[in-house]
């Protein structure tokens, strides 16, 4: 059984950072890409960051580019997706995702989803 488990998110102020968790298991890890996606309360679903395990690639939104890092340890199935200078707009639901094939930040080609974490940044 596929699982993603998302975790690390949290109430934090404006400039702080964190770092999130996507805990994968049931697939094997490194023939997938990983996206992390997030939502905020009213809005529609974003694609925030996602890695390619296979060779490593990463993209991201232009948003978060400079203050956001993706990585992934193959070892421990583990996506981590480090925030840094959090803003306010950051707030949302993070929800990992993953996928067979390439990294994209297109929530619909996604295959398997996981619960989401709470980022919470206050002024």
């Known amino acids: 059984e596929v699982q993603l488990q998302a975790s690390g998110g949290g109430l934090v102020q404006a400039g702080g950072s964190l770092r999130l968790s996507c805990a994968a298991s049931?697939?094997?890890?490194?023939?997938?890409?990983i996206g992390w996606f997030r939502q905020a309360p009213g809005k529609e679903r974003e694609g925030v960051s996602c890695?390619?395990?296979?060779?490593?690639?990463?993209d991201y939104v232009d948003s978060v580019k400079g203050r956001f890092t993706i990585s992934s340890d193959l070892a421990k199935n583990t996506v981590y997706l480090q925030v840094n200078s959090l803003k306010l707009e950051d707030t949302a639901d993070y929800f990992c995702?993953?996928?067979?094939?390439?990294?994209?930040?297109?929530?619909?080609?996604?295959?398997?989803w996981g619960q989401g974490t709470l980022v919470t940044v206050s002024s």
């Open positions: 890695i390619d395990n296979y060779d490593g690639f990463t």
């Open positions: 049931g697939f094997t890890f490194d023939d997938y890409a």
């Open positions: 995702a993953a996928r067979r094939s390439r990294c994209s930040l297109d929530g619909i080609r996604y295959n398997y």
